[in-house]
């Protein structure tokens, strides 16, 4: 199966001298397309270190990383930036919603660095009926709860089709049956778009519904296992 | 990112951010509206100064002043002046020269005096200059030529009254002669404005300006070959010549009256003999370009001639250093207010490192970031330019009410001090522009450099 992400021995030093730290030590992963990879580990194993890079938001490490299929090294920064745009979705444990935008001008932000942004504002509207948010555009984040504004922020990351969703402790800010439910919403966008999900996280309730948990811990692999062994 | 985008982006910090970009652009608007107001009013009033007092893209030539010069060479025809037509021709082969105009001062003693609408207004030395008709064809009102009256010779006659109205005997004092019509005069805008601050309004006349629509009815009378002063040592005699004033010029002698050059040379050869009539008295010169006139006063002294009137460049000098300074002051303003679009986008990337990340994770680059808040500075600076323009063409209203209604009058005094051209607004947008970039550069270089999984790291 092609592979969307590729990472042989990425390693990311942080601090100098003495008080230097390998958040990333030695870390390959391979994440074929179309799989939904759960990354588990306590926090400061350097899972969010490790999406990152994934993501081309960290280009300051070691190691190779591809990209579907391209290695990143070679990437000039408005080159990787479209790979990103029209290619990988983000979602973030702190949503990381514009507060001064409304819920639908939020999830068409992505359509401001879109050829042809212009043309999505339908589908971001669709999108927010799909995340159980029909009616609620209009909305301001404040007006919003926890769960609402993550459905929000995965809405911006499905708005322009991407393959790739990087998900960094999706659930870890929300109450367990919120947290369920946003596991519910990626479950099903894995089955039903066959989207490639790479989602970090500490929790095993996310964990069990991926096709793969990935353990980490002090920057390391440790292993890799069936959700059930997680 | 296209410009639609980017243009949804400032939109929202417009409203956003608008407190800080406010303060921002005011002191941008302010700094441009310096720059304007001092540039306007340096060039309203370098025009006045260069353009009817002292102009400057030309250059009169003289002999020295002891050369036939001086007030007794011109009462009572001493020695010509010299400049011959060989001298004249090699000034006009000169690259930097558009056309020369030689200059024949009357060099016998005259007089002038009469009537306007029937009030006696005195009778005075009379000092004339000659010059070519091509070079003031243009300030000549109505459709009185301004040309040597006996290109048009009339019936003959010994006296006066044997011609029309307006038309007079010309011709040697108790000679025949022909009816011509009245020799065209024209005056300086000095002159006007002399008459308009002195003798308009002792004899209760109309400005200088409005007579001349009346051109064809002032005529006067001039007493050729005698003056107060004494008798011309050549000629028949004196004898009386009519002229009319027929249009105010730039070229026009400052205090006297000038004639057609051939009328002048005429006279001359009566009552100074040949060498008055074929040596020019100063030679008047157009150079193609402002800075060439000193290569032009330089190709005069190989000649021995020298600058009649050096007022122009001094005023030139002057204005430009005066202008240079108010624009420093103007240019510091800007400056300052640099520094302070640079403090507030400073801050505003400070503020909003997480919302930089988060549109560099949805697509963006370094580079559409460094674009954003490059755009934000244009257009705080564009805006704040196009502000503080609007604010120096305000005060120039106020400024120029104020002279029109509370200066006296004087000499040149011009409907308003200042001079808007496109050049001057479009310099002033792109300096509110350059400056606001300049500020904000270095911050949105930052924007550019947010490292996004750091900021997007913290919750």
Known sequence: ?230 | MNLRALWQLIRVDLVRARGALVTSGFGIAAGTAALTFFLALGLGVRAVLLGEVFPIDQIELEPPKSEGGGIGGLLFGAEAPGITEDQVAALRANEHVAAVYPKLRMSFPASAGGEIFGRKIGTSEMIADGIDPALVKDDVKGDVPFEDPLAHPGKPCKETKECDAPQYCEGPSGGSGVCVDPVPVLASRYMIELYDSTIAPTHGLPPGDSLLGLAKSIIFRLWLGQSLLGKAKEGEGPRHAHARVVGISRAAIDIGITLPLETVRRWNREYSGEAAASKYSSVLIKVKSNDRVSDVIALGATMDLQPKDTRARDVSVLLTGVMALLALVAAVILLVSASNIAYTFRVLVQDRRREIALYRAIGASARDMFKWMMSLALTVGLTGGAIGVLVAWLLSLVADWLAATRLPDFPFKPESFFAFSWWLILAALGFAALFSLFGAFGPARRAGKVDPAAALATL
């Open chain 1, 1 to 230: 199966m092609t592979a969307c992400v590729e990472a042989h021995h990425l390693r990311k030093i942080y601090g100098q001298g003495k008080g230097v730290r390998a958040a990333l030590d030695g870390v390959s992963l391979r994440v074929s397309c179309g799989e939904f990879v759960a990354v588990l580990g306590p926090s400061g194993c350097g899972k969010s270190t490790l999406l990152g890079i994934v993501g081309g938001l960290d280009r300051q490490y070691e190691g190779e990383l591809d990209l579907f299929g391209r290695p990143t090294r070679a990437l000039k920064d408005g080159e990787l930036a479209r790979m990103r745009g029209d290619r990988i979705g983000f979602v973030f444990q702190a949503f990381h919603l514009l507060g001064h935008l409304s819920a639908l001008d939020n999830v068409l932000a992505p359509a401001l660095f879109a050829q042809d942004g212009d043309k999505l504002r339908a589908r971001g509207e669709q999108l927010l009926v799909e995340v159980g948010l029909a009616g609620r555009g209009g909305d301001m984040p404040e007006q919003m709860s926890g769960g609402e504004r993550q459905r929000v922020a995965i809405a911006r990351a499905l708005l322009r089709e991407p393959q790739l969703l990087l998900c960094d402790e999706p659930t870890g800010n929300l109450d367990l049956e919120t947290g369920a439910q946003i596991v519910e919403i990626f479950g099903r966008l894995h089955r039903e778009r066959d989207l490639t999900i790479v989602a970090v996280t500490h929790e095993k309730a996310l964990a069990q519904a991926a096709d793969r948990v990935v353990n980490l811990r002090a920057g390391k692999i440790v292993d890799e296992v069936a959700p059930e062994l997680s």
